[in-house]
């Protein structure tokens, strides 16, 4: 079974409007961080918010929120107020078992792109 | 504050030649991580360093193998190489055993190796 899911191969959003995109995780460990990585087409994986399975509230950074509903598994990514830099592919992953040298599965990834 | 750096950026090779990878990790950083990414696909885990011994492995084969020296900087090398071992190579760094928190990845540009 997939650890990561990203349903959403591609999106279109208007500049200014906020934006949601999908993942969902399947972990049977208690313990878990589930992050997102912005990647443009330089290559380079950029981070941009982390949950973990034991935070209470759902992490916010700047424009990013992260919608972390965890008895549906689901770490959705919030975009408010979309800017045509947000342009790139987007990547959920996660990181099981507790903080420490793990490694992360990534999903397939959604490809975000912000008309003007 | 330099971030991850790789080298080379691009590179050729034909089936059944070997190649080196390079990368230096974040200033403070001390374990690396090593990831491909095949075109249209997430990152996956090949392997992780620190101390100077693999730490962590993938599902890769022995033809994957690396190394990290005293200075933290790493080499993956690839042997006989197949076309299907056409991917960009993620290098990511971070500051190992923190016992909570994100503990979050920093990622380089890639090497973006091609197999003819």
């Known amino acids: 079974a997939q650890k990561i899911t990203q349903t959403q191969p591609g999106m279109f959003v208007q500049e200014k409007e906020a934006v949601t995109l999908d993942c969902t995780y399947d972990?049977?460990?208690?313990?878990?961080?589930l992050f997102w990585y912005k990647q443009p087409s330089s290559g380079e994986m950029i981070f941009l918010i982390y949950q973990g399975s034991y935070d209470q509230q759902n992490a916010t950074e700047g424009r990013y929120s992260l919608n972390f509903q965890k008895a549906r598994k689901s770490a959705n990514l919030v975009i408010s107020a979309s800017q045509l830099g947000d342009s790139a592919m987007y990547f959920c992953a996660m990181r099981e078992g507790r903080p420490g040298r793990r490694a992360l599965t990534f999903g397939s990834g959604t490809r975000l792109q912000v008309q003007p | 504050d330099a971030g991850v750096t790789q080298s080379p950026t691009h590179l050729i090779k034909t089936r059944g030649q070997q190649v080196t990878l390079r990368c230096s990790p974040k200033?403070?950083?001390?374990?690396v991580s090593w990831y491909q990414q095949a075109l249209g696909q997430g990152p996956q885990f090949i392997f992780q360093?620190?101390?100077?011994?693999?730490?962590q492995r993938g599902n890769f084969p022995d033809r994957f193998s690396g190394h990290q020296f005293p200075n933290y900087s790493s080499e993956l090398n690839v042997n006989a190489l197949l076309l299907g071992d056409s991917a960009l190579y993620l290098c990511?760094?971070?500051?190992?055993?923190?016992?909570?928190?994100?503990?979050?990845?920093?990622f380089g540009a890639g090497s973006r190796l091609t197999v003819l």
């Open positions: 990511a760094s971070s500051l190992g055993g923190l016992s909570s928190g994100a503990n979050v990845l920093t």
């Open positions: 200033s403070g950083h001390d374990t």
């Open positions: 972990t049977s460990d208690p313990s878990y961080g």
């Open positions: 360093y620190y101390e100077e011994e693999e730490r």
